[in-house]
């Protein structure tokens, strides 16, 4: 893992945020970084490469393929989950207490 992913795993291990979080989840042709069966969610912790046009388009098409399930995806620059821990916290714990609430699982 990337220290980026490691800082992450550390936030949503455990069910500190209210809900189980598994890593390294195959799911159809991907690997989701962080998956929470129970809100739908996926939590992705992105290099610099996810930003450049190919990282853009691979990702869309994946985003898109896993929304088409039902799944909502966020991501995160590394840079952003190394250096704003709360901030990430606290839009992973609102997503999941939104999808908890609305009744996704």
Same mark, same amino acid.
């Given at each position: 893992?990337?220290?980026?992913?490691?800082?992450?795993?550390?936030?949503?291990?455990?069910?500190?945020?209210?809900?189980?979080?598994?890593?390294?989840?195959?799911? +159809?042709?991907?690997? *989701?970084? %962080?998956?929470?069966?129970?809100?739908?969610?996926?939590? /992705?912790?992105?290099?610099?490469?996810? @930003?450049?046009?190919?990282?853009?388009?691979?990702?869309?098409?994946?985003?898109?393929?896993?929304?088409?399930? +039902?799944?909502?995806? *966020?991501? %995160?620059?590394?840079?952003?989950?190394?250096?704003?821990? /709360?901030?990430?916290?606290?839009?992973? @714990?609102?997503?999941?207490?939104?999808?908890?609430?609305?009744?996704?699982?």
């Amino acid at each position: 893992m990337t220290d980026a992913e490691k800082k992450l795993w550390s936030l949503l291990r455990n069910n500190r945020l209210g809900a189980k979080f598994r890593r390294q989840v195959p799911y +159809g042709p991907y690997i *989701l970084d %962080f998956y929470c069966v129970k809100a739908r969610l996926v939590v /992705e912790a992105d290099g610099r490469q996810h @930003y450049t046009r190919e990282g853009k388009r691979r990702d869309a098409k994946r985003d898109a393929y896993l929304r088409s399930d +039902g799944l909502e995806v *966020l991501r %995160f620059l590394n840079d952003e989950v190394l250096s704003n821990e /709360e901030g990430v916290e606290q839009v992973i @714990y609102e997503r999941i207490q939104e999808a908890l609430h609305n009744g996704l699982r």
